[in-house]
């Protein structure tokens, strides 16, 4: 998130008075909002999941009564609806009615930053490099997309969701949204080269959500994603970034943010998220775990953190970006980050009249007539890796053409499998892995999996015959699954797993627990304390506050009766 974004609420406190059938249905800020904490507007904004037998009777029944419909979400079954507050707790009653979530405010995941070295960091050597991601299509879903020379004629499609989803000239007031397809798919031509994307021959459908400030509504985002999950094909779009989100105020089970972006994986979307910026106490300054933003923590989502490349092609100097958010997700536990990637001082296009470009003039790089800024964030790392994505698609197709696309769940575990463990610079320690995920992305290890995996192999058979040991030394070979984690060869076999109809973490048990490194141990006889409370300091806006009782460090264990760090 950007710096603004600079904290999580946690679990929801005790069901308010009006019992289950109310307030337990409710997330975070509504239950707060039903209490009577924390300043609740008088009216709101939410959006109501409803059994799908139900919804037209609940739409009826909240336009007989006078509220706002907003929208209503075909494929997540769900009505965006401005109500009183007060309405809520009937609301909830309504027969079928399953969640009501608050259309919480989202923000991107990057802020001004003041030296880039890119493909050489991420792992892309000349057979890699050979690919630019032509044929593929990716949705950006942002604050839109300028023309720039950098695009040519790239930008396929175009439409504004900040006023209902319109097909528009493509347009980026903001900034950010461009900075983020400039470092997927940047030809670098008005740098000659020199900033160019990852794949730099990509299609860009810009899906802008996010206004002239860089604001945004859940509910616009979720428009989007149905929008992009409907028109798939029509589209042409493969891959969907989106370096935004917001504080996880409920399960993912209940999220309709993370429900959006289940349901276009199961479609064959590939999304990448960024994990947030949420890696700090603002106040202390000492590394915090569970910073996890929404929809971050969606089970099928590449979820990315950011990585600090020291402004080198050199691995060994590489750390963590402290400011990325470490896992796992706080309502779910679930394993969190996914991958992380380089997400410190990139450059990329933004145009000069963009609101970042002119707040933050002396970070500006003019080449050739162009104009570039540094940004820093999980929204350039996220960027970063669906612009490796692509390459990653293309190059499988062009291995076997004709052949079944590469499934989203396949596209993790290949990311996963080949990542590269990282270690702290300084120290030498390696990081846990619900800071670094299953490691650094490896563009070239993944690259070399997409060239051999065979699709159409059936399933419990082999679908990579080639011996990929003399490039694998330095893989990390495992995949992390739900709350388990898998090591070995198991990527070299067509598994069920793999499939697109199968939710990552659901259904598929790969071993008992997974063992985080020396500091972190994960399994199902640890889990979160009943008593770790949130503060109740909710501040209704962008501004939602950390509570005081969560105490951070740089080491993290878990109990049955409080998460606490352990420090020197």
Known sequence: MLALLVSVPGRAGAASPQGPTASSKFDRALRAASEGKG???????????VARANRAAVKRSLTAQGHIIRYEHTLI??????????????????PGVIAISLDAPVSPTATPSTGSALRQATGFTERVDAYDGSGVGVAVVDSGIAPSADFGDRITAFYDFTIGGAATAASDPYGHGTHVAGLVGGSGAMSEGMYRGMASGVSLIGLRVLDAQGSGQTSDVIAALEFATINKNALGIDVMNMSLGHPPLESAATDPLVAAVEQASAAGIIVVVSAGNIGLNPQTGLPGYGGITSPGDAPSAITVGAVDTAGTGDRSDDSIGPFSSRGPSWYDNAAKPDIVAAGMNLVAPVAADATLAVHYPTRDIVTSGGNYMRLTGT??????????????????????????ALTPNTMKAMLEFTATRMFDPVTLAPYDRMTQGAGALNADGAGYLATYIDTTAPVGSMWITADLTPYSETWGKSVTWGSTEMWGDAIYINLAGWSQNIVWGDNIVWG????????????DNLIWGDNIVWGDNLIWGDNLIWGD????????????SVLFAETP
């Open 39 to 49: 300043n609740a507007p008088s009216r709101v904004r939410v959006i109501v999941r």
């Open 77 to 94: 079954s769900a009505l965006t609806v401005e109500v009183p507050t007060a309405a809520l707790a009937g609301i909830s009653r309504m």
């Open 379 to 404: 929204s350039m790392a996220a960027a970063v890796v669906s612009g490796t994505v692509a390459v990653l698609l293309e190059m499988n197709r062009t291995f076997f053409p004709q052949h079944p």
């Open 512 to 523: 008992d627990n997974i063992v985080w490194g020396d500091n972190i141990v994960w399994g």
């Open 549 to 560: 009782n969560i105490v951070w460090g740089d080491n993290i264990v878990w109990s049955t």
